[in-house]
Nanobody, 129 residues
Framework: QLQLVESGGGLVQAGGSLRLSCAAS????????LGWFLQAPGMYREFVAA????????DYADSVKGRFTIDRDNAKNTVYLQMNSLKPEDTAVYYC??????????????????????WGQGTQVTVSS
């Protein structure tokens, strides 16, 4: 059974750091790109970061560039999101997702939800001012 399970969320003061983890199972982890999204209360889900099958290729939302780092450990089937210099506006539920593989046609951009086919249940991050 395919699963993505996030952990590492919590309450942190502004300026602090958190490291989110997403443990994957039920598929060949190293064959897929992965992403992180956030959803604040009453808002649509937003792209945070994505990483290709190779750890050397990553994309970030402008709002997190220089503060967040996405990485993956294919031996542990885990993708991470290191979040530094956290701000109250980073408060949200954070989701990891598996990017779908498109056999025919164009791959959707990694910052779009439609690019992903499986999602975790999310982990809450709360940043206090």
């Amino acid at each position: 059974q395919l699963q993505l399970v996030e952990s590492g969320g919590g309450l942190v003061q502004a300026g602090g750091s958190l490291r989110l983890s997403c443990a994957a199972s039920g598929f060949t982890f190293s064959s897929y790109a992965l992403g992180w999204f956030l959803q604040a209360p009453g808002m649509y889900r937003e792209f945070v970061a994505a990483i290709k099958r190779s750890s050397g290729n990553a994309d970030y939302a402008d709002s997190v560039k220089g503060r967040f780092t996405i990485d993956r450990d294919n031996a542990k089937n885990t993708v991470y999101l290191q979040m530094n210099s956290l701000k109250p506006e980073d408060t949200a539920v954070y989701y990891c997702a598996r990017q779908r593989v498109v056999i025919f046609g164009r791959q959707p951009p990694a910052d779009r939800e439609i690019a992903y086919d499986y999602w975790g249940q999310g982990t809450q991050v709360t940043v206090s001012s």
